[in-house]
């Protein structure tokens, strides 16, 4: 029998995820709906999906496993549309980032022997299916949230499903998962909205804060350039975990202003050391949402053919270069050319080899 898949909303993580099906099992019939006509035009064109559902229709009948991928809000609404197309072989799923509410839906609704609740730990700035691939969820954490009378022979189909897409399944309650996602996803996000709005609203009539953002503050907030409709929802549907969350940083916070208005030279450092070796003690592995960067910077003079004097040395000791590009801030580093490596082992050679050269170099 011929395997069936069925996405209900085809954007950035059900796209890449039936991106990810196609790559891995070419045989499988996908079949998706989504609002957005060209989505599904596209996905098409692709060979990405086989059928192209304008409703929610019986097109989405004997499927294997049924994905909700739709902002939380319209995946819980969607689940009264797709309990007829539920059978004794399907697993219904989800990739939203708050778990409870669609949990106690999918209870309310008598549906539980079917669900488990999934999150794939991967995404982007950048929304869309336009922007899904296949690679997204590749060794990236996914999280499963099994209902309470879902069989063990389903969860154990699941997890192995995922594993066959190249991603790294892990069983969480659905309450612990949205107090750990709450503090360590939800949070980061309205952080860096609220800090980029805050340097809108007081930013000289120059814009020089705008213009001088150097490297720390486009990190820290590239992640606002999320979709705001996601956002909104996910804000909206896990807000006593948020909100609770929230008071607790805004305590820690005013700790912080507390020991500067204070002077508190040791406390100051101390907040700095803990928190640099915390995050240094992160795994450098590829499958955490946090992705090690192997970095060397180095001084350049201004001239033509500087950089691809630079690349070629590189090139001609066959090292492989993943991003480089001029750094025009040097907020912690003197060097201006930023030059990033696939594992430490390359960083550390180039750092040698550029060093041979005469370079003035800088790891980090």
Known sequence: MKHKIGFIGLGLIGG??????????PDYEITAF??????????TQES?????????????????????????????????????????DCILTDVGSVKTNIHKEVENLGIEEYFIGGHPMAGSEKSGYVNSKAMLIENAYYILTPSGKVSQEKIARYTKFIQFLHAIPVLLDYQEHDCVTGTISHLPHIIASSLVNFVRDTDTKEELMKNLAAGGFKDITRIASSSPTMWQHICLKNKENISRILKSYISFLNHAKDMIDQEDAQGIYHMFDTSRNYRNSFPASSAGPIKKAYEVYCDIIDETGGIAAIATILASNNLNLKNIGIIH???????VLRIEFYDEASSKRAAQILQKFRYIVYER
């Open 329 to 335: 801030n040097r907020e912690f580093e003197e060097g």
């Open 34 to 43: 989504d609002k957005n006509k060209e989505t599904l035009a596209l996905a």
């Open 16 to 25: 890449s995820i039936a991106r990810a099906i196609r790559q891995y099992f």
């Open 48 to 88: 990405v999906i086989d059928v192209a559902a304008t409703t929610i229709d019986d097109n989405f009948r004997q499927c294997s496993y049924l994905f909700l991928c739709a902002p939380v809000s319209y995946n819980t609404a969607y689940l009264k549309q797709i309990k007829n197309y539920l059978h004794e």
